[in-house]
């Protein structure tokens, strides 16, 4: 077990640059950066500072995307603009693209979106499979209040992989969207684990006076955290309700050799680039200590 540790880029950071975001993880540990885009230039930088190259999101597909449109015209044109990064992204060494799957209307029943993306998803994930590239699905529910992702919970999951199987479209691991979902993130991988592409660092702390308050309904009023609804917040690991050493020894057992990579989202370590600096740095450490049996230095790579 020694998975690089990755991240991420925060949006300080992301002001900041790849130069400097770079630069800054070298100094820092990081091992992989998860990148908005890869092209030849961002791929030079990495390389120049010895970083690995982790997930890229995948084009139009993080967030509202019109693969999941009920106009065809959107849908197909969606795809071919994928054909075009997917074989620029393999062209330069990219390997997992990250995807979360919310429809154009958020407000569409879950069946219909599942009705659109069978139309649409089997051309997507064959254009993986020729460039060598795979499909890792964002656990992320999505907006209040349809919560329409795709691909968020077993069930779902379950239907989505039978339909469409290969060994090149899976989910992204992160456990954190699991424990606010209420789904045991541990069996998650017993049943899942063959399907983990990559993996986030993330936590959610259960808030007991807020889950009296509000039960699992989000709260009427503003939150009193960022990146929460309520009854829960996201943190970095180790701060929450993840036993991250029992979910390294399935990732460990599963022969899981990509990255942990961290996404920050915590109220603590959020608004400003030393803020955003101060999490990644602890989050980083923790991850250490679980993930690696000995620090490594050069390029990580990601392999499945």
């Not at 908005?36 to 993080?62: A, F, M, R, T, W």
């Not at 803020?275 to 690696?292: P, Y």
Request: negative net charge; contains cysteine.
């Amino acid at each position: 077990m020694n998975n690089p540790i990755g991240m991420r880029i925060p949006p300080h950071f992301g002001k900041e640059g790849i130069e400097y975001t770079s630069k800054w993880a070298k100094e820092n540990g990081i091992e992989v950066l998860d990148l908005p885009i890869l092209d030849e230039s961002v791929k030079n930088i990495l390389s120049s500072y010895q970083i690995g190259i982790g997930s890229i999101d995948g084009k139009g597909c993080v967030g509202n995307t019109d693969i999941l449109s009920e106009d065809e015209g959107k849908r197909w044109n969606a795809v071919l603009s994928l054909k075009e990064q997917f074989e620029q992204v393999s062209a330069l060494g990219g390997s997992v693209i990250f995807m979360c799957l919310i429809p154009e209307n958020s407000l569409l029943p879950k069946k219909r979106s599942l009705e659109i993306w069978k139309e649409t998803f089997p051309e997507v994930v064959g254009l993986a499979e020729k460039n060598n590239l795979y499909i890792a699905l964002e656990g992320w529910p999505g907006p209040a209040p349809a919560y329409p992702t795709l691909g968020t919970t077993p069930e779902v999951l379950r239907y989505m992989f039978n339909e469409v199987p290969s060994k090149h479209f899976g989910v992204n691991y992160d456990p954190s969207h699991l424990v606010r979902l209420g789904i045991d993130y541990l069996r998650f991988l017993d049943e899942f684990g063959e399907k983990v592409l990559y993996c986030h660092g993330k936590d959610t702390a259960l808030l007991a006076e807020d889950l009296y308050d509000l039960g699992n309904l989000p709260s009427v009023f503003d939150s009193k955290y960022d990146f929460s609804e309520g009854a829960w917040r996201y943190t970095i690991p180790g701060h929450g309700e993840v036993d991250w050493r029992k979910v390294a020894v399935r990732l460990d057992a599963l022969k899981y050799k990509g990255p942990i990579s961290i996404e920050l989202e915590d109220h603590y370590y959020w608004g400003s680039l030393s803020s955003e600096q101060e999490g990644i740095v602890k989050a980083k450490d923790f991850l250490q200590t679980v993930f690696h049996k000995k620090k490594t230095g050069g390029i990580a790579d990601v392999k499945h």
